[in-house]
């Protein structure tokens, strides 16, 4: 079977086909171009396509489901990304344009929707029915997987994580509240809170590793922390805990069997997810009277976003 | 079609037959005797389905189903009481111990769980598919219907959401945690507040109606603001104030068509329900590209509990 998976992101719109074990056979990509008024996302997503049709010589008729994961707040159900924030989108009808250009079955989903089924398919939690990935990036986005189906809110409008208030009245968040889980726990907000702390820590390794890496990012208190550097382990401890905090919330909410940690902070494998797992294991609601919830790095990296579009075909297909 | 409803609570077990149209034809409740060490809560559950068969002339065999609604972390699909803080008990294997004393189908589940089932079928969420009940008592209960269905998470081990931390680091929670919502946003909550601020404000009205009243409740506060009481309107806005941040929470993860509020406080009524209606209307997740959520007052009030019990069998009876 062959599907196309499609990772629209703010810098570059990702294609490739894939088998449905997900083998990778050809992939493409073009940059976002984010900036022009008149930009039309789907005429470069049917680049993308095209180009893909193109070099595996494959016919249209012969793709089984195109998939599609874009950022921001999408319709699924009538193809229409709703609003994204980070390519400047509103109201776009991009299924019923891209339909235009090659008739084949679309099926359009959030980002971190398609990311949550790429796991269960082919990544970390293959086999697993009930299953929450949260993305750690430069916000916290959240897939929700119930009895092996997507759970997205009604009219797609839920699986917000990264927009439950932790901590009331807390940092602002572009969601208008304050004390969101993403303004604690994304990468965005560890890089905060690292230079915070390299302020008051002059001599920290932190700033050794952030002046050899050229500036301070999500890598730069784990290293340090990993070296034994004391104000660096406080900023990797803190930041945990709020990682923590929420992750524990979707538990007592959910109880999935397993929450799978994505974005490119997952890297940082046990150091980071053996002491959330002993949160959890602590901290959940009902203790031993209440099955445990397993936390995991997620296993899919560069392919991720293609990956998880796949999944989502093959998802909605068995779900028809 | 003829359903008998048990409402377990730590003062008593209230029991009625009722009608598909949820009329209580028949009722009948016994004292909850939860100190005594040897204390059988099926023994005093089988004397109240006894004494309402007894009253009303029904056989057993004429009964469609038998629901009870219970406080704590329940097995519904083993029919067990993994645990109950409230009434002590620990692994009760509830279902099986009641048909060894009358033969007939019975549905076991989470007192908050079977309130929104309750509401759903008879109350203030007629015809609605997508419902989240809040219920502010001693605790914070909640009961989370998905598409006509209850959501309990795997092995019922989810739906607290009264045990997601709102404030990282705050109040103490007997669950371990803290900073849960039911720490806020509980009635004890209430009243933890409402004690404070009399504390910081001897002059207010709170301390009259105290004192008519004989203590400080959940109401005291709601009283004198009414009254224009400046300290006690600072008391109810924080309070609601933390209300809605529980309540913005689930609707940006579940996005239901209505999010109910439960328990003696909801008959506060407008007062109440209009302030965290408008903070849902601004504060939710993508504004207007969502669906909106809308908040409601329960509208069972004495008989919510046999009416929520005798809804769990109507609900688990049109899903087989």
């Known amino acids: 079977m062959n599907i196309i998976g499609i990772d629209v992101g703010g810098m570059s719109i990702k294609g490739g086909i894939c088998t449905e074990n997900g083998k990778i056979t050809h992939s493409f990509s073009v940059k976002t171009n984010k900036y022009d008024e008149n930009y039309s996302i789907s005429a470069d997503i049917a680049k993308v396509i095209g180009e893909l049709l193109q070099m595996s010589g494959i016919k249209t008729e012969d793709i089984a489901g ?65 299953v929450v990935l949260i993305t750690l990036g430069t916000g916290v986005g959240s897939g929700i997987v119930i009895d092996g189906k997507l759970f997205e809110g009604r009219e797609s409008g839920g699986a917000e994580a990264g927009h439950t208030v932790i901590v009331s009245g807390g940092n602002q968040c572009n969601c208008g509240r304050r004390g969101c889980y993403e303004t604690y726990a994304s990468v965005s907000a560890l890089i905060r809170q690292t230079k915070k702390a390299m302020e008051n820590a002059p001599d920290s390794l932190m700033h050794r590793i952030a002046d050899e890496n050229g500036q301070v990012d999500g890598k730069t208190a784990f290293a340090a922390a990993k070296l034994g550097d004391a104000a660096a382990l406080q900023v990797v401890n803190s930041y945990i805990g709020y990682v923590s905090e929420g992750l524990i919330n979707i538990a007592n909410v959910f109880r999935p069997e397993i929450i799978i940690i994505g974005g490119g902070i997952s890297r940082e494998g046990d150091f980071l997810i053996d002491k959330l797992a002993g949160d959890m294991a602590w901290q ?32 909605k297909k068995s779900k028809n």
Chains 1, 2 share one sequence.
Do not use: W
């Open 66 to 130: 195109i998939g599609i994961g874009h950022p921001g707040v999408v319709d699924s159900a009538n193809g229409v990304v709703k609003y994204s924030n980070n390519i400047a989108l509103e109201n776009v009808p991009l299924v019923a344009e891209l339909k235009m250009r090659y008739d084949a079955e679309y099926y359009l989903n959030n980002d971190a929707n398609c990311a949550v089924l790429g796991e269960m398919l082919f990544g970390s939690a293959k086999g697993a029915k009930d």
């Open 284 to 315: 959940t609601f009902g203790g031993s009277h209440n099955p445990r919830v397993e936390v995991r790095a997620a296993q899919l990296f560069n392919n991720a976003g293609i990956l998880g579009a796949a999944a989502l075909v093959l998802n």
